[in-house]
């Protein structure tokens, strides 16, 4: 299979953790390189042209996921204008958001959990999530307030995947009560004599 005409070297690469995504997600270690080429549209060599195996595969894919959540959470924060806590909103939006979808969702955990043997990956989701810890630290709230903002957001939305406890309906008051949270008062204005 040769390269596609017209496609350049990086939307060959997207295409590759596309695929990949969607293949390790359900065919766990089971999964070969063979089949994410075929489901990529791309040869085994074109695929190993841009990663040498699979765990600079899954590498790669971790950081493409990574990357891609923290940019959709920014972009939902640029649009905030209401003041500290912007993060930690466009955390919860995009956080439950994902959480909708429950493909997504088992997706992402069954990537997780296998590639939590990859050595690579450990120390990129530890940078990852201090990165993430650090910055909603600095994002204007009480840090008692980040840290339910973040474990219940993160809990809300894995939890379904084990029976949803809470319904859909407890899930958009629990985004809401969060939002709520993060939205601190103006301080009272100074009265100049």
């Given amino acids: 299979m040769g390269r596609t005409a017209g496609r350049t070297s990086e939307d060959t690469r997207r295409q590759i953790l ?23 549209g791309v040869s085994k060599g074109g695929l190993l042209y841009h990663f040498a195996g699979k765990d600079e595969l899954f590498v790669a894919l971790a950081m493409s996921l990574n990357s891609d959540f923290r940019a959709r959470v920014q972009g939902v924060a640029d649009g905030d204008s209401r003041g500290p806590g912007r993060l930690a909103r466009a955390y919860i939006e995009v956080s439950f958001a994902d959480g909708d979808d429950q493909d997504h969702s088992r997706d992402t955990i069954a990537l997780a959990a296998q590639s939590m043997y990859v050595e690579e990956l450990e120390r990129l989701s ?13 994002d204007g709230l009480p840090e008692a307030t980040v840290r339910l903002v973040v474990s219940s957001s993160d809990g809300a939305n894995i939890g379904p995947l084990w029976g949803p406890v809470l319904t859909d309906a407890d899930r958009a008051a629990l985004k809401e009560q969060l939002v709520d949270l993060t939205i601190m008062a103006d301080p009272a204005p100074t009265v100049s004599p």
Avoid at 19 to 32: D, E, I, P
Avoid at 126 to 138: I, S, Y
């Fill in 18 to 40: 596309l695929a990949a995504a969607r293949v390790l997600a359900r065919r766990a270690g089971q999964a070969s390189l063979d089949e994410i080429a075929r489901a990529a």
């Fill in 126 to 138: 530890l940078e990852d999530a201090a990165r993430w810890r650090a910055d909603l630290m600095a």
